[in-house]
């Protein structure tokens, strides 16, 4: 079995920052992708970062200056370090992992998710 432990959310003030991580355990082979996604109440959720096996990363465009995702692959560990956060930041925020557990697992992986962590932010 593969787990995803999530820590860092909590309620901070318009334009103060947090850190989210998100640790995996378990019998893993290789990690295709890392990423943070959020869900607000009534609505979809959504990409907001993601780091590939080769470090390349992509952030939704509302957290783009704002929002830096990072790994520490000794660890199994990704982060997401949220700065000037604003009241729309506030969600569900969630880690996925694209992962390998065995050398013989499809290419292409198989998806985990975290329990979930709240980020709230309000004055």
């Known amino acids: 079995q593969v787990q995803l432990v999530e820590s860092g959310g909590g309620l901070v003030q318009p334009g103060g920052s947090l850190r989210l991580s998100c640790a995996a355990s378990g019998n893993i082979f290789s990690i295709n992708a890392m990423g943070w996604y959020r869900q607000a109440p009534g609505k979809q959720r959504e990409l907001v970062a993601r780091i590939t096996s080769d470090g390349s990363t992509n952030y939704a465009d509302s957290v783009k200056g704002r929002f830096t995702i990072s790994r520490d692959n000794a660890k199994n560990t990704v982060y997401l370090q949220m700065n000037s956060l604003k009241p729309e930041d506030t969600a569900v925020y969630y880690c996925?992992?694209?992962?390998?557990?065995?050398?013989?697992?499809?290419?292409?992986?198989?998806?985990?998710w975290g329990q979930g962590t709240q980020v709230t932010v309000s004055s």
């Open positions: 996925h992992f694209n992962l390998r557990r065995y050398s013989f697992s499809r290419s292409s992986g198989y998806d985990y």
